[in-house]
C-alpha cells in the first residue's frame, strides 16, 4: 500500500489549496479513505473521511463548510479542497487508508500573512 500526498504549500489567510492522494497498492475504490492533520507540537487529528461511493462523509467541526474530500476511484485518488483557510489550518496533511493502517508521507501547508 502506497499513499502519495501532494498540493501543500504557503498561501495567506482565506486562501485556497487542494490538495491529491495518488493511492496504488490496494483497491483504492473499495476502502474508505481519511485526511488527517498535525499541527506542531501536537498529535494526528482525523479531519475528513469519505466511505467507498463518497455517499457518507464526515468532516470534524474545525473544517466543516470550507473543506470538502472527493475522490475520484478510477484514478485512484483522493482529494481536499481546501478553501477559506485559516492560519490554525497550519499541519502537515496526511492521507491514511484506515482498513490498511496506511499512512502517506504527507504534504505541508502553511497558512501566514
Known amino acids: 500500500v502506497q499513499l502519495q500526498a501532494s498540493g501543500g504549500g504557503s498561501v495567506e489567510p482565506g486562501g485556497s489549496l487542494r490538495l491529491s492522494c495518488a493511492a496504488s497498492g490496494f483497491a483504492f475504490g473499495r476502502f474508505d479513505m481519511n485526511w488527517f492533520h498535525q499541527a506542531p507540537g501536537k498529535g494526528p487529528e482525523l479531519i475528513s473521511q469519505?466511505?467507498?461511493?463518497?455517499?457518507?462523509?464526515y468532516y470534524a467541526d474545525s473544517v466543516k463548510g470550507r473543506f470538502t474530500i472527493s475522490r475520484d476511484n478510477a484514478k485512484n485518488t483522493l482529494y481536499l479542497q481546501m478553501n477559506s483557510l485559516k492560519p490554525e489550518d497550519t499541519a502537515l496533511y496526511r492521507c491514511?487508508?484506515?482498513?490498511?493502517?496506511?499512512w502517506g508521507q504527507g504534504t505541508q501547508v502553511t497558512v501566514s500573512s
Open positions: 469519505t466511505n467507498p461511493s463518497g455517499s457518507s462523509i
Open positions: 491514511v487508508s484506515p482498513h490498511f493502517g496506511s
